[in-house]
Nanobody, 124 residues
Framework: QVQLVESGGGLVQAGGSLRLSCAAS????????MGWFRQGPGNERDLVAGISATGGSTYLADSAKGRFTISRDNSKNTVNLQMNSLKPEDTAVYYC?????????????????WGQGTQVTVSS
């Protein structure tokens, strides 16, 4: 069992930055690939960034490339998403999710555990 708690969301102006953090419980965190998904109003939940269980491989959606960075610290059971140059279209609820195994997947069904979500709102 893995419990995930996100933090760091909020309201920011376009061009600003936010850092989302996800704290995981349990001693098996290092066996899970982690993903940050987002879901805007009326939209599907999509993968924004992912990182392998070892941290050796990352994935960024095209919309995130050049602006977002994902990282993890297996000694602290945390995964972070640094978001720079934010745009109004980044407005969404952001979810942290855990998938057993090393590799990142883009499909929501591959992830077993989910956080409660944190709201990110970017004003123009």
């Amino acid at each position: 069992q893995v419990q995930l708690v996100e933090s760091g969301g909020g309201l920011v102006q376009a061009g600003g930055s936010l850092r989302l953090s996800c704290a995981a419980s349990g001693r098996t965190f290092r066996t899970y690939a982690m993903g940050w998904f987002r879901q805007g109003p009326g939209n599907e939940r999509d993968l924004v960034a992912g990182i392998s269980a070892t941290g050796g491989s990352t994935y960024l959606a095209d919309s995130a490339k050049g602006r977002f960075t994902i990282s993890r610290d297996n000694s602290k059971n945390t995964v972070n998403l640094q978001m720079n140059s934010l745009k109004p279209e980044d407005t969404a609820v952001y979810y942290c999710a855990a998938k057993f195994g090393n590799s990142v997947a883009r499909d929501t069904w591959a992830y077993t555990y989910w956080g409660q979500g944190t709201q990110v709102t970017v004003s123009s």
